[in-house]
Nanobody
Framework: QVQLVESGGGLVQAGGSLRLSCATS????????MGWFRQAPGKEREFVGA????????RYVDSVKGRFTISRDNGKNTVYLQMSSLNPEDTALYYC???????????????????WGQGTQVTVSS
């Protein structure tokens, strides 16, 4: 069975950093683009960023560029989201997602992704 399990969320002060991890199993990891999304209460789910199958390319929503970095370790079947300079607007439930790909596209919309984790909460205090 395919599983994606996020970890690393928590409470952090504004200006601080967190690293989220998403461990996967049950899929051929290098066949999947990996994405990160977030959803705050009462808000739509928002694309955060994505990383290509071999880790060579990334894309990010403008609001996190320069602050967040996505990486992956294909030997560990794990994708990471390193977050720095956090602000209260980053408070949300963060999800990782996997998209089976045979091209170079990095989708920025949720319907493209095939598998999802349960999410991990990130709360940034002022």
């Amino acid at each position: 069975q395919v599983q994606l399990v996020e970890s690393g969320g928590g409470l952090v002060q504004a200006g601080g950093s967190l690293r989220l991890s998403c461990a996967t199993s049950g899929l051929t990891f290098n066949n999947y683009v990996m994405g990160w999304f977030r959803q705050a209460p009462g808000k739509e789910r928002e694309f955060v960023g994505a990383i290509s199958r071999n880790g060579g390319n990334t894309r990010y929503v403008d609001s996190v560029k320069g602050r967040f970095t996505i990486s992956r370790d294909n030997g560990k079947n794990t994708v990471y989201l390193q977050m720095s300079s956090l602000n209260p607007e980053d408070t949300a439930l963060y999800y990782c997602a996997a998209d089976f790909r045979q091209d170079a596209v990095l989708p920025g919309t949720a319907p493209n992704y095939d598998f999802w984790g349960q999410g991990t909460q990130v709360t940034v205090s002022s």
